[in-house]
């Protein structure tokens, strides 16, 4: 509900005035929304691949107004267990790439990634937005250590 209204109120602000302002964004921030979330996921450490034209063909170079973003990708690595990042994941996904008004969330393939995956029926997810969401791009050895704490159930606060 707080997305779609802040949605709607950068939809209607003239873009030079206004800006962007999002809550810092952690692991231990995406771990407690998707811990709290109706759907499942899976958190994996890997690789997302796909196909950069997709968003450029779809976006454009200057597109004050872009649309959310669903394009296929390609996601291998480890997902999370009790034993750490030792279960094979080897999945087509659906990248969402969601915008707040002229900003959106950002996607780079074949860099590592530390991805929360909403496990679907047909398809599993990933959505990132302009304020995080649930992909992080070249994760450090810190932010590994703090999921898999959250996992095992220790103190998951997100920093400030």
């Known amino acids: 509900m707080r997305v779609a ?21 952690s692991v231990q921030a995406a771990f407690a929304q ?13 690789q997302l691949d796909f196909d950069l034209s997709q968003v450029v ?7 004050p107004n872009p649309e959310t973003l669903v394009i296929e990708a390609q996601l291998t690595g480890h ?34 990634v530390l991805a929360f995956v909403e496990l679907g029926a047909e398809r599993d997810v990933i959505r990132t937005n302009p304020c995080g969401g649930y992909l ?7 932010m590994l250590r703090a999921v898999k704490g959250c996992f095992a159930g220790k103190v998951c606060t997100p920093p400030r």
């Not at 811990?35 to 994996?44: F, L, T």
């Not at 999370?80 to 969402?96: C, D, Q």
């Open 79 to 112: 997902s999370l267990s009790a034993r750490g990042f030792v279960r094979p994941y080897a999945k087509s996904v659906e990248l969402v790439l969601e915008c707040f008004g002229p900003w959106c969330g950002q996607a780079t393939p074949r860099k590592p």
């Open 57 to 63: 063909d779809k976006w454009g170079k200057n597109n």
């Open 136 to 142: 992080f791009e070249q994760p450090s050895q810190k």
């Open 34 to 46: 998707a811990d709290e979330a109706k759907e499942s996921y899976a958190i994996v450490q890997g």
């Open 5 to 25: 209204l802040l949605a709607a109120l950068l939809a209607f602000a003239p873009v030079p005035v206004t800006a962007l302002s999002c809550t810092p964004h």
